[in-house]
C-alpha cells in the first residue's frame, strides 16, 4: 500500500486504523488486535501516524517509531472538531485522527520516554498516597469526635490523637480501640510510603540536570522541579514563556469581540498537576517577604493592596512558569536580580 498518513484509535485490545496516500485517498480501513499493531506499521514504508493522547500513546509511539515512522500525539480536545456529524465510532474516530495530524498548525504532545513515565509514576503515586493519608486522618478526627474527644484541624493534631491510644487511663470500648489501632497503623504505613517516594525525588532532582536547574528558582523544591522536568522534556515545543503558561491554564480566559478586550478568570487548561504545584509554591512567596523580595517584590507587593493573595498567588505562578521556561531554554541559573 502506497501509504502517506494514518490515523491510529488505539484502547485496550482493538485497534482502528485509518490510512490515506498523497492526493488524500483512503487506501485501509482496518481493525487490528493488539498483537497485530507491531507487525503491521513493521510491513508499511515510513509514512506519518497520528494517535490521540492518552496513558498508553506513548508507549505505541515508541513501539511505532522503532519501525521508522513518525509519531505525533494529538490532544483530543483538538480531534474532536474533525469528528463527522451524528457519528461516532472507532472508525469514525481514526479518520478525525488521519485528518487532524496533517494540519500544519496543530499542536502535538511530546512523547514522553520510559525514564519520564517513570518519574511521573512516582508523583501519581506520591498523590494517591497522600490523598489516602488525608481520608484516614479525617476517620481519625472524626472517630474520636465521636467519642467525645474533639481536637481542631490538622494532621499534626491527630497526631497527638494518635499517642492518646496507648493512654491505658482513656477509657475507650475495646471495639473502638481496635477499630482505631487499625486506622493509627495505616496512617503511620503511608506516612512511611510518602516519606520513601520523596526521598526519592529529592536523588532524582540532585542527579537530574534540568532538575536541578529549576529547584534554584524560589517555591520551586524537589517536586516540582523533577514533574516539570519529567513533563517538558523539550520545552523548544513553545514558543515562549507566555505559552508555557497558557498551555498551564495559568493566563486568563478571553471573551473579546469588536475590538474590545474581555478578560475573565484562569482557563485551567493543560496539566492540573503542574499548576497545582506552581500555585502551591506561589503561595508560600506571596506568604514571606523574603521570598517575595527574590522574584521582584514591588509588583507583588503592589498587587497585594489591590487584589486578594490567591488571586496574586495565581499571578506569581504564571511568572515562576514563565521563568522556567526561559531557564529550560537558555540553560541558565536563577538570577533574583534580572526576575527583579
Not at 54 to 78: D, F, K, M, N
Not at 277 to 284: D, K, N
Request: some cysteine.
Amino acid at each position: 500500500m502506497e501509504v502517506t498518513t494514518i490515523g491510529l484509535d488505539i484502547s485496550k485490545h482493538a485497534f482502528q486504523v485509518h490510512a490515506v496516500d498523497t492526493e488524500g485517498r483512503v487506501v485501509a480501513r482496518q481493525r487490528l488486535r493488539r498483537d497485530d499493531i507491531v507487525p503491521f506499521f513493521a510491513s508499511l514504508t515510513p509514512c506519518l501516524v497520528g494517535i490521540e493522547a492518552c496513558a498508553t500513546a506513548h508507549h505505541w509511539a515508541r513501539a511505532i517509531q522503532r519501525a521508522g515512522h513518525e509519531v505525533r500525539l494529538i490532544p483530543p480536545a483538538y480531534v474532536k472538531p474533525y469528528l463527522r456529524r451524528g457519528a461516532k465510532n472507532d472508525g469514525t474516530d481514526a479518520a478525525a485522527i488521519c485528518e487532524a495530524v496533517a494540519r500544519p498548525n496543530m499542536r502535538f504532545v511530546p512523547i514522553k520516554s520510559m525514564e519520564s513515565q517513570g518519574f511521573l509514576m512516582l508523583h501519581r503515586a506520591r498523590g494517591l498516597l497522600v490523598r489516602q493519608r488525608t481520608m484516614t486522618a479525617c476517620a481519625v478526627r472524626a472517630h474520636f469526635a465521636e467519642l467525645g474527644i474533639v481536637v481542631g484541624q490538622g494532621r499534626q493534631r491527630v497526631v497527638g490523637l494518635t499517642e492518646m491510644l496507648d493512654d491505658n487511663d482513656l477509657s475507650l470500648p475495646a471495639t473502638a480501640r481496635l477499630a482505631l489501632a487499625a486506622l493509627v497503623a495505616q496512617l503511620k504505613e503511608l506516612d512511611r510510603q510518602i516519606d520513601a517516594i520523596e526521598r526519592e525525588l529529592v536523588q532524582i532532582e540532585r542527579a537530574h540536570p534540568i532538575a536541578r536547574l529549576l529547584a534554584s528558582i524560589p517555591g520551586v523544591g524537589p517536586i516540582t522541579a523533577t514533574a516539570v522536568a519529567a513533563t517538558i522534556p523539550d520545552p523548544s515545543m513553545f514558543r515562549s514563556g507566555r505559552e508555557f503558561a497558557a498551555w498551564l491554564g495559568l493566563t486568563p480566559r478571553q471573551n473579546s469581540t469588536g475590538g474590545k478586550d474581555r478578560l475573565g478568570h484562569i482557563t485551567k487548561q493543560g496539566d492540573a498537576y503542574l499548576r497545582h504545584l506552581l500555585v502551591l509554591g506561589a503561595r508560600t512567596i506571596v506568604r514571606y517577604p523574603k521570598a517575595r523580595a527574590k522574584v521582584g517584590g514591588g509588583w507583588i507587593e503592589a498587587l497585594l493592596e489591590r487584589c486578594r493573595p490567591m488571586v496574586v498567588a495565581v499571578a506569581v505562578a504564571n511568572k515562576l512558569a514563565r521563568i522556567m521556561w526561559a531557564m529550560m531554554t537558555s540553560g541558565e541559573f536563577y538570577r533574583p536580580k534580572a526576575a527583579g
